[in-house]
């Protein structure tokens, strides 16, 4: 037995010349990497993010209002935890990650002050998981299936509510992992629908309306996001009315206008490739049936289009979520700016500024890869990709 | 009034009529926007008429070009183009070197390979570019200070200010050595060429001591030897500038020679090779994955040898599925060489920020900002285009 | 062929009078005038490239037609787009590829056009539409996929989907020709059922037994034109033109 694993062993890494050398420097480079890695984090001090974890995560939001931030949250995991579960369960592996997410997450906000609401939070988190557990075992599937459906159409407005209600804090005081959240969310909401429009429109048969949304999607895409954004702080202000004092709108508001823009741009371009996959038998069949422009489009070619491009769409929207780090150029401070500008202008914490980067590479991380997973989870129940 | 009530309702019964009556209202609304925008823009000042004026400010990394704050803002506009142009050659070439090993390696069945791969695409791709550039930054600025900088037996100078390479400047005999390699390739080309068609038609090869020559070996010998032995003959044609370090009178460290590589070239340049590096390892791997297995063993059945597979079979059939996500990529590193607005590596969008912020009138400056970066773009689709058609072409 | 005469032809509900019909430099159909009656079952047959596909195409407008005249159930077709919509409300169409909506169940790809295009309830669609799956003979593959029926099954389905808007004319564009063998039979069935119940239908088909048996007249195309058109008897036994000899000998 131990014959054959040697001979494996010996095959697979050092079958020819080639193979050895690449065996070899792999070795190296693992090593390498490995040596550095473990030093760092035996040497680094992580005061820095958790003494400014608050900064971090909302920025600087007046502390009075906190309790907006905590009620999203305990919403928030509510709803992802209530959902991980009601569409079948996770395989063991992927429980096992969230589980680790989860943990670290707790790690990042718990103080001494928050440790309370962190219990809470952990509580909504197992108490929806087995419920809706039990639930999904039960005759009430459905029902719970098109109530959280609901509930996440519902999620952004909610969130909204829960920002601006009561004198809330003005927009301009958003920043942190929750500014870009907002960001990104905004940018998909807004974008993803516009983007349809225009991928029909440029899918159109009339020359005037394909040309047109043609130069619209192209122009947005030759220029890079942040010269856009840039536009938005010097000239956007120039081109809005000035009744209703709409000129004088804060910059979030600006930045959120641009990345949806731009989000329609590229989220178009995706759907027209689904759109071009679509054998023309299914709008032959459609027109046969007398089916008219409306449903033959929502009913008939755009589900199918959408559901052949999921990967690619859900790939936009991970680049969009990390493109809301670019909003710098606002002056916006988002997680990355924070975690830029305090190991630069605290003094306390001059040279720090590996461990912060590391933290917000890591939070952006998390969902980056969360959202990619999730991709291929509905792929696989979608049955796409695989032939 | 009946009667034309009753023509228009006959009218509208057209399809090609409600096609145009949809594309007029269309256009109409399309219209006023552009007549309110322009109407708008009217108000601001539209010419770039402040670029003929002086610039005012300095650039750390001039090429080609001698720039000095003296120069109108065209001049600094042109020398931050080159710096894009500069950048993104050499990342992209870097970055698609990068992207297809790690894309083969994905798929080796050497684990050790494999994994190096996936951790590195996992890791990298879901991180936004915007952090990977600081962190090259950071490090970069890691590395020793000046007056204990690493330099390897006087042939490079590390330190935080960069790293200094040794360079060549070609002298007078320089100059013929590089113009007999231009004419050496072109006559490369023309043998393997000549060489190939002959054992294409005739069946016949060049054999010496039981080993076959083709047509690319030889001419690859053909160029090593010319160029080798006209360098010998010539004598010295690159004056050798070496990096040095040493100190002045005031007992600062001063660097001079040699070809310099700045912490900012440096870090943007490896954020976007690794970065970009990531989205080709994954259309390459996807490539030759989703190349059927049939076709490998169709030719391995047809006692085509492993090179010949992979050449004539497996390459061609993957490169063109490779070639337009790859011109894509190409297009996106582009753009996001804007990115080093934030470590202050000057090529073009950080330039234009700069004179916006000094002189305003926004809107022309991001007009030619957007120009140039569609004509760059241009550039880039055309020429991968010519590839495409080439290797989509296979006819030999 | 005695129980044709069973059968009343009624009144001509197509006229197509020189209609043709090209494609960039490629001319499909060069003049084709031809009359259909009501009950009438017409198959039409020919060499690949002759038309066919491209006649039955022009009747609900899926082709354009380039120049002639187009009337069915007494409304011409042309760039009108109220004729239009009538005339594809009273022709259903039967593709050689199905075309089924995947991602709609089986009853759903029934139900869809009569609630949206006529307001039927959902109930009453419903309703149609099981009876409809239980006349071709799938009535238990009502709330499975199309991708989980086999070719004849969807066929079927099809042309339930085609007969829930209760056309009066039912075009196929060459049914069975995408089918393994073994499922060929079950969807003549269906469209022999379909035609001894009095529908209006125009074949264009290989089967030439099935056309036998069915027809009550044929239409031979070659090249864009009608070469020769007739009963069963009269193009099988005595065909008049050289071409019709050449292409029976070539396939019977």
């Known amino acids: ?387 | 009034m009946n009667l034309f009530v009753n023509k228009l309702y006959i009218w509208s019964r057209s399809q090609k009529n409600r096609n145009l009556f949809i594309q007029f209202i269309f256009i109409i609304f399309v219209s006023f926007f552009i007549y309110y925008l322009i109407s708008k823009a009217l108000l601001l000042d539209m010419t770039l008429s402040h670029f003929d004026s002086r610039a005012g400010f300095g650039i750390s990394h001039t090429f080609v070009i001698d720039y000095t704050s003296n120069d109108s803002r065209w001049v600094s506009y042109f020398t931050g183009v080159i710096n894009t142009i500069r950048v993104c050659i050499v990342a992209i070439f870097f970055a698609t070197l990068l992207g297809t090993i790690m894309g083969v390696a994905r798929l080796s069945k050497n684990i050790l390979f494999s994994t190096i791969s996936y951790l590195y695409v996992e890791i990298l791709r879901n991180t936004p570019l915007l952090i990977q550039i600081i962190f090259w930054q950071i490090i970069f600025l890691k590395l020793p200070r000046i007056s204990e900088a690493l330099t390897f037996g006087n042939t490079v100078v590390i330190s935080n200010r960069g790293i200094l390479l040794p360079s060549a400047s070609p002298s007078d005999n320089g100059n013929i050595w590089i113009t007999i390699i231009i004419i050496t390739v072109i006559l490369s080309l023309i043998v393997s060429y000549i060489i190939n068609k002959k054992e294409d038609l005739e069946g016949k090869s060049i054999k010496l001591f039981n080993f076959k020559f083709n047509g690319n070996l030889l001419s690859i010998l053909l160029f090593l030897t010319i160029t080798i032995t006209t360098y010998f003959i010539l004598q010295k044609p690159f004056n050798l500038d070496l990096p040095s370090l040493y100190q002045n009178n005031k007992g600062t460290f001063l660097q001079s020679g040699g070809f310099e590589f700045t912490p900012e070239f440096g870090a943007i340049l490896f954020a976007l090779v690794m970065y970009t590096g990531t989205f080709i390892t994954e259309i390459v791997r996807g490539s030759i994955q989703s190349l059927s297995k049939g076709q490998t063993e169709a030719a391995q059945a047809l006692g085509l040898s492993d090179y010949q597979t992979m050449t004539l079979i497996v390459l061609p059939q993957a490169l063109r599925s490779i070639i337009p996500p790859l011109t894509n990529q190409y297009l996106n590193l582009t753009k996001n060489s804007s990115l080093s607005v934030v470590i202050a590596y000057p090529e073009l969008f950080m330039i234009s920020r700069t004179i916006m912020n000094n002189a305003g009138r926004a809107l022309p400056v991001f007009f030619l900002i957007l120009i140039t970066y569609l004509l760059l773009s241009l550039v880039i689709s055309i020429f991968m285009n010519v590839i495409n058609r080439r290797v989509t072409r296979i006819g030999t | 062929m005695q129980n044709k005469s069973k059968k009343q032809i009624g009144k001509e509900i197509i006229l197509t009078d020189e209609v043709t019909k090209s494609f960039g430099k490629f001319q499909a159909l060069r003049g084709i005038t031809s009359k259909i009656y009501e009950k009438e079952v017409v198959v039409i047959f020919g060499p690949s490239g002759s038309g066919k596909s491209t006649f039955i195409r022009t009747i609900n407008r899926l082709e354009p037609h380039d120049s002639g005249q187009i009337i069915v159930d007494g409304i011409e077709l042309n760039d009108d787009v109220k004729n239009l919509q009538h005339v594809r409300s009273i022709v259903g169409m039967v593709f050689q590829q199905f075309n089924l909506f995947p991602h709609l169940s089986v009853l759903r790809n029934i139900t869809i056009a009569p609630q949206k295009v006529k307001g039927l309830k959902r109930t009453e669609a419903e309703e149609i539409a099981m009876n409809l799956l239980q006349r071709v003979g799938i009535p238990e593959q009502a709330n499975k996929f199309p991708s989980q029926l086999s070719g004849g099954q969807q066929q079927r389905l099809a042309i339930a989907r085609a007969l829930a808007m209760e056309p009066k004319i039912m075009l196929f564009d060459e049914p069975t020709s995408a089918l393994d063998p073994e499922m060929i039979k079950e969807v003549l069935d269906v469209m022999t059922e379909l035609a001894e119940s009095g529908m209006t239908m125009i074949c264009v088909t290989h089967e030439m037994g099935f056309a036998k048996e069915v027809a009550d007249r044929f239409l031979f195309f070659d090249e864009g034109l009608i070469v020769e058109e007739g009963t069963g008897d009269q193009i099988f036994s005595n065909p008049k033109e050289e071409r019709t000899k050449l292409f029976l000998s070539q396939i019977l």
């Open chain 1, 1 to 387: 037995m131990s014959n054959n694993s040697i001979k494996w062993f010996f095959g697979t890494f050092f079958g020819s010349v080639f193979n050895s050398i690449v065996t070899v420097l792999s070795a190296l480079i693992f090593l390498f990497l490995i040596n550095n890695i473990i030093g760092f984090i035996s040497t680094a001090e992580w005061e820095v993010v958790t003494v400014n974890r608050r900064l971090l995560l909302i920025g600087r939001m007046p502390a009075e209002h906190e309790w907006r931030i905590w009620s999203i949250l305990w919403i928030t995991s509510f709803l992802i935890f209530s959902s991980i579960n009601s569409w079948g369960s996770p395989s063991k592996r992927n429980l096992l990650f969230i589980s680790f997410i989860t943990l670290i997450i707790c790690l990042i906000f718990t103080t001494s002050s928050t440790i309370l609401y962190v219990v809470i939070s952990l509580v909504i988190c197992i108490v929806s998981y087995t419920v809706s557990y039990f639930i999904y075992k039960s005759s009430y599937q459905k029902y719970s299936q098109n109530s959280l459906k609901t509930l996440w159409i519902l999620l952004l407005p909610i969130i909204f509510t829960l920002l601006l209600i009561g004198d809330g804090p003005s927009p301009n005081l958003w920043g942190g992992f929750l500014l870009n959240i907002i960001l990104a969310s905004i940018a998909i909401s807004f974008g993803f629908p516009v983007g349809i429009m225009f991928a029909l429109g440029r899918a159109s048969s009339l020359p005037a309306i394909k040309i047109i949304c043609t130069v619209y999607i192209e122009t947005i895409r030759g220029a890079p996001l942040v010269a856009w954004l840039l536009l938005a702080w010097f000239v956007l202000p120039k081109f809005l009315p000035t009744f209703w004092g709409l000129n004088e709108i804060s910059v979030v508001i600006r930045a959120m206008i641009i990345l949806s823009a731009f989000t329609s741009a590229y989220t178009a371009e995706v759907i027209r490739g689904g759109l071009q996959s679509i054998p023309k038998g299914q709008i032959e069949a459609a027109d046969s049936l007398n089916l008219n422009y409306r449903t033959k489009i929502s009913l008939i070619i755009l589900p199918q289009a959408i559901r052949v491009v999921i990967p690619a769409l859900i790939s936009t929207f991970i680049g969009v979520f990390k493109d809301t780090s670019l909003v710098f150029i606002l002056a916006l401070t988002d997680l990355l700016q924070v975690g830029r500008i305090i190991p630069e202008q605290d003094p306390e914490f001059f040279g720090k500024a590996l461990e912060a980067l590391c933290i917000v590479a890591f939070l952006f991380w998390i969902v980056s890869i969360s959202l990619s997973n999730l991709s291929t989870k509905v792929e696989k129940s979608l049955g796409i990709g695989s032939r």
